[in-house]
């Protein structure tokens, strides 16, 4: 017993009947019960995934906004049905005998997107608040749902049925065509200067802050005027001048917003970005600054899609490519067959809501490209506006039967034949020829390898 008693301390409590307890390693330690000894509340519950995850680690421990940032659910809950409950049930609202039925579509749109901003997972930006971008992948929802249900209904009814959304829709429109005078002239340049050409700019402006890539942006705009030559004989608007299409909005409006969201790209790619509390501001002017900046990106990411470095990246940057020239098509179909003028509400909330849905869906798109590892499956947002824009197709699809009789020109079937070609000889080349001759040189080097084994047998 010299070894136990060396081992065993005077003042240890084993009893000296029991040697087996004097070799026995000490228990483990019980588990403590939640996260590091503190309880987990069930609405501590993280809604963000991992491939989307972004920790501003400064903001979580800025005190003068943590209030934002906490979750406020059953709050929100009670101020939803107190507001509900007074828009319903009193009478300085709704009076009687009034339509009600408007009203009630709106209270269901926005007790829907409440739900949105609260429940819905987080997405890749959280500036100005994660729960601005859940409210619009709401909307994007709600639309996507509305299109499913215009897809079971024949164009006469669909047209009848906006008119609950504007009496004055159901009209037809008359068709425009801007080629009637081309000849190219000062007074003629100035004519065709419209409030569509700020439209053109802002709209390759925002194109550039989505794909933030000049290449890109070149060939879409490129590949968009050859759209409205093919598609001219259809939609009498996409008729244009040689110049209007090249010159007024190629090397104008498409080359000038372009121009002006790259620089905005490169500008909030190399802006130090230092994000402090309120409390931490001093003066006025300085504060006022930082409440601003919440309005900014918390940070930014530039994209380089790099189509022609693997036949992957290649068959993402043509998908992403006809995906875009379908979004940029489908308002112009929709507005002709719903009888809509170009600046009309509807489809100015159309164009406005894409925009802010294809903010965090590229994005999404390119860190599940470039970065599969951390990227398990697709963004909710790329996810829901893809199936958006498909919707939209099929929707045109159905309605334009009967309505463009005339068929596609024979000089289009061909430019599209040829295009097409190119599009998959160019991979075959570049992708498919180095990968034959790999495949080769192997077999032979196998080959060989074989052959010097039965020599030496």
Known sequence: MAYEAEDVSPTSQVEESDPDAL???????????????????????????????????????????EFFYKPITLTALGFGLAALSYVAMTQDVLEEGRDKRRVGAYAAVVSFLMFSMIQFRDGPFIRPHPAFWRAILGINLLYE?????????????????????????????????????????PQNVWDAIDIFCLAH???????????????????????????????????????????????????VCNWLGTYLGMKTCQYLEVKPYEWRGLRQTRGLRSKARRVLSQFSPHDWTAFKWEGTTSFLHYLIVVLLLAVFLAAELNPFYLKSLLWMEPDHPIVI????????????????????????????????HVWLLLATILTELLVITKWSKGQFTEPLPLYVRWAWMIGGILLVLYPAIRFGVPSVRKYVGKQKQKRKGKGKGKKAQ
């Open 23 to 65: 070799l026995s390693p000490p228990p483990d330690a019980k588990p403590e019960p939640g996260l590091n000894g503190k309880p987990v509340r069930w609405y501590d519950a993280d809604r963000t995934e991992p491939y989307t995850r972004i920790a501003p680690f400064q903001e979580w421990h800025d005190t003068s906004v």
């Open 145 to 185: 749902l509305a299109l499913v249900f215009l897809l079971f209904q024949d164009l006469n009814s669909a047209r009848r049925m906006m008119t609950l959304l504007d009496p004055s829709l159901n009209r037809p429109l008359p068709e425009k065509s801007y080629a009637e005078n081309c000849e190219l002239t």
């Open 201 to 251: 700019a802002l709209g390759w402006f925002g194109k550039a802050m989505i794909l933030r890539d000049y290449w890109f942006c070149w060939i879409l705009s490129i590949a968009f005027e050859f759209a409205e030559y093919s598609l001219q004989h259809q939609l009498a608007n996409f008729a244009e001048c040689w110049w209007d299409h090249w010159i007024l909005d190629v090397l």
């Open 349 to 380: 909330l159309r164009l406005a809501g894409v925009f802010l849905c294809a903010l965090p869906a590229v994005r999404e798109l390119y860190q599940y490209i470039n970065n599969p590892r951390k990227a398990k499956r697709m963004g909710q």
